[in-house]
């Protein structure tokens, strides 16, 4: 077993899933494309198998339970090179993904990937996140958003809650030590109709790195004025 296959398959089997190899296979595909593709477009700066596997893959499928993304709408905010919506698609094929990205180069590579592993349900976006929430066919129709991106947790917020239908879940990926970021985004996501609901650090297998997710629940409607214009958003974060 190669590198990336093995370290996937032990990382999975230490939170007691175990991959089928038609699951490690479409990783390598993924793999191969990524690196093939990366050398051209420069999609991200982690790069070699172990790092990818852990700190692409595994970060991704670690995000939560995988059993709260079976059957549901997903939408993967600023997906860049696919994390994490791709790899939790690939876990869980019940579930209905969207990827957003406001790079051309970004939406074209993960058109031609979905192809390549043959994910004919996977829907590509190519706009800015604050331009599409305001579209109504993506405005409040996902039960789950994801986003792993170096925004303030308000600015994400921001651009991600109005895509999240009552009831359901914006989850942000940050680093352990983002106590004060969440405390401070507290009145923004109050105010785009969220609260949050719990705070989960984890370890990713084989390493000592601690990642976290913040986990926010939506519990009413954001309002029609959110999201602004980004230059707004950044200028001035709620």
Same mark, same amino acid.
């Given at each position: 077993m190669?590198?990336l296959?093995?370290?996937?398959?032990?990382?999975l089997?230490?939170l007691d899933?175990?991959?089928?190899d038609?699951l490690?296979?479409a990783?390598?595909r993924?793999?191969d494309?990524?690196?093939e593709r990366?050398?051209?477009i420069?999609l991200t700066?982690i790069e070699?198998? @172990?790092?990818?596997a852990? /700190?692409h893959? #595994?970060?991704? $499928? =670690?995000?939560?339970?995988?059993?709260?993304f079976?059957?549901? %709408?997903?939408?993967?905010?600023g997906?860049?090179a696919?994390?994490p919506g791709?790899?939790?698609?690939?876990a869980?094929?019940?579930?209905?993904l969207t990827l957003?990205?406001?790079?051309e @180069?970004?939406?074209?590579? /993960?058109?031609? #990937?979905?192809? $390549? =592993?043959?994910?004919r349900?996977?829907?590509?976006?190519?706009a %800015?996140?604050?331009?599409s929430?305001k579209?109504?066919?993506?405005?409040?129709?996902?039960?789950?958003a994801?986003?792993?991106a170096?925004?303030?947790?308000?600015?994400?917020?921001?651009l991600?809650?109005?895509?999240?239908?009552?009831?359901?879940?914006f989850i942000?990926?940050?680093?352990?030590?983002?106590?004060?970021?969440?405390?401070?985004?507290r009145?923004a996501?109050?105010?785009?109709g969220?609260?949050?609901?719990s705070?989960r650090d984890?370890?990713?297998?084989?390493?000592?790195i601690?990642?976290?997710?913040?986990?926010?629940r939506?519990?009413?409607?954001?309002?029609p004025?959110y999201?602004?214009?980004?230059?707004?958003?950044?200028?001035s974060?709620?």
């Amino acid at each position: 077993m190669e590198a990336l296959e093995s370290i996937l398959s032990q990382g999975l089997s230490s939170l007691d899933l175990l991959p089928p190899d038609t699951l490690l296979s479409a990783f390598r595909r993924y793999y191969d494309f990524l690196a093939e593709r990366n050398a051209v477009i420069d999609l991200t700066a982690i790069e070699g198998e @172990k790092d990818v596997a852990e /700190l692409h893959f #595994l970060d991704s $499928l =670690l995000v939560a339970d995988l059993s709260a993304f079976e059957a549901k %709408r997903v939408i993967d905010v600023g997906s860049g090179a696919g994390f994490p919506g791709l790899p939790l698609r690939l876990a869980v094929p019940s579930m209905k993904l969207t990827l957003l990205d406001a790079q051309e @180069k970004r939406a074209r590579f /993960l058109t031609e #990937l979905c192809a $390549l =592993l043959d994910l004919r349900d996977v829907n590509i976006l190519h706009a %800015r996140a604050e331009e599409s929430a305001k579209n109504p066919e993506q405005r409040g129709r996902f039960d789950v958003a994801v986003a792993r991106a170096v925004a303030g947790l308000s600015v994400l917020s921001e651009l991600c809650l109005p895509f999240v239908t009552p009831g359901g879940m914006f989850i942000a990926m940050k680093a352990v030590n983002s106590d004060d970021e969440i405390v401070s985004a507290r009145s923004a996501i109050e105010t785009l109709g969220g609260e949050v609901d719990s705070i989960r650090d984890y370890n990713i297998p084989g390493t000592d790195i601690l990642h976290r997710a913040v986990v926010i629940r939506k519990t009413g409607v954001t309002p029609p004025t959110y999201p602004r214009r980004f230059a707004k958003i950044r200028k001035s974060p709620l």
